[in-house]
């Protein structure tokens, strides 16, 4: 049984930085896929990002060029990178891990806020 926990979500100016990590229990992180999902009151999840379990990546349009997925299969983190900011990012951020066997795992996510 994976365990996820978000990390790094906060307040900032449009135009900044964060930097979003997620960390997960048991054995197998490597062997996961991890997404990451943003979700805004009343509207439809979105996925945000991919990183396989050899490191492929994988972005929306919306964030391309802004955000950076990655992993650390040592430690068991995932992180996302998030630069430059706009205030349409702002979301509950979920990161999510998916293994071989295809059972899926969610943490309770992290708020960020990009506002002036």
């Known amino acids: 049984q994976e365990q996820l926990v978000e990390s790094g979500g906060g307040l900032v100016q449009p135009g900044g930085s964060l930097k979003l990590s997620c960390a997960a229990s048991?054995?197998?992180?490597?062997?996961?896929?991890m997404y990451w999902y943003r979700q805004e009151p009343r509207k439809e999840r979105e996925l945000v990002a991919i990183i396989s379990a050899t490191n492929t990546e994988h972005y929306a349009d919306s964030v391309k060029g802004r955000f950076t997925v990655s992993r650390d299969n040592n430690k068991n983190m995932a992180y996302l990178q998030m630069n430059n900011l706009k205030p349409e990012d702002t979301a509950i951020y979920y990161c999510s891990a998916r293994g071989p066997g295809g059972k899926e795992y969610w943490g309770p996510g992290t708020q960020v806020t990009v506002s002036a």
């Open positions: 048991g054995r197998a992180f490597w062997a996961y896929v």
